[in-house]
Nanobody, 126 residues
Framework: QVQLVESGGGLVQTGDSLRLSCAAS????????MGWFRQAPGKEREFVAA????????YYGDSVKGRFTISRDNAKNTVYLQMNSVKPEDTAVYYC???????????????????WGQGTQVTVSS
């Protein structure tokens, strides 16, 4: 069992940077691949980034590639999403999620994640 709590969201301006954190409880955090997703009003949940239990490999959605960075610190049971050069279209609720498995196409599907956080709102003003 893994419980996830996101933090770090807020209101920022276009071009700003923001770092989201996702704190996990449970002794087995380091055995899970972690992902970030986002959902804007009226839209489907969108894949943002993912990394395996060991870190070192990262996958990104096309809309955030080159601007966002996912990382994890297993000693702190935390995964991060560094968001740089944010745009108004990045406005959404951001969720972290945990999955037993990891792979390029596999990790992009929300249905492949077993545990989810409650989400944190990010709003980017123009």
């Amino acid at each position: 069992q893994v419980q996830l709590v996101e933090s770090g969201g807020g209101l920022v301006q276009t071009g700003d940077s923001l770092r989201l954190s996702c704190a996990a409880s449970g002794r087995t955090f380091s055995s899970y691949a972690m992902g970030w997703f986002r959902q804007a009003p009226g839209k489907e949940r969108e894949f943002v980034a993912a990394t395996p239990w060991s870190g070192g490999i990262t996958y990104y959605g096309d809309s955030v590639k080159g601007r966002f960075t996912i990382s994890r610190d297993n000693a702190k049971n935390t995964v991060y999403l560094q968001m740089n050069s944010v745009k108004p279209e990045d406005t959404a609720v951001y969720y972290c999620a945990a999955s037993r498995y990891f792979g390029d196409m596999y990790s992009r599907a929300p249905s492949n994640y077993e545990y989810w956080g409650q989400g944190t709102q990010v709003t980017v003003s123009s």
